[in-house]
């Protein structure tokens, strides 16, 4: 079945960048869309970005100009660049893919933004 396997998460400072990968294997022809979301201590998990396999895309208004999701279909990834990072982006990232049998769930990556 398919699988999806988060990395470049780490620690970094206010205003600085990370760039988050999420790396499909399997049965993966019918991923439709592909997505971000994240869950912060005390918060619940809440989307971040999504794509489309026709490269639409859609944001959190708290990511807006910040974030940007893109993927490459060759390689089978999808990613996140995150910019002028804040203390609030604070969470565990997951990316998501949807197949017509439902939604798949990466393991998630964490990003720490120091004060």
């Known amino acids: 079945q398919v699988q999806l396997v988060e990395s470049g998460g780490g620690l970094v400072q206010a205003g600085g960048s990370l760039r988050l990968s999420c790396a499909a294997s399997?049965?993966?022809?019918?991923?439709?869309?592909m997505g971000w979301y994240r869950q912060a201590p005390g918060k619940q998990r809440e989307s971040v970005a999504a794509?489309?396999?026709?490269?639409?895309?859609n944001y959190a208004d708290s990511v807006k100009g910040r974030f940007t999701i893109s993927r490459n279909n060759a390689k089978n990834t999808v990613y996140l660049q995150m910019n002028s990072l804040k203390p609030e982006d604070t969470a565990v990232y997951y990316c998501?893919?949807?197949?017509?049998?439902?939604?798949?769930w990466g393991q998630g990556t964490q990003v720490t933004v120091s004060s």
């Open positions: 399997g049965s993966i022809f019918s991923i439709y869309s």
């Open positions: 998501h893919g949807d197949l017509p049998y439902g939604r798949v």
């Open positions: 794509i489309t396999s026709g490269d639409g895309t």
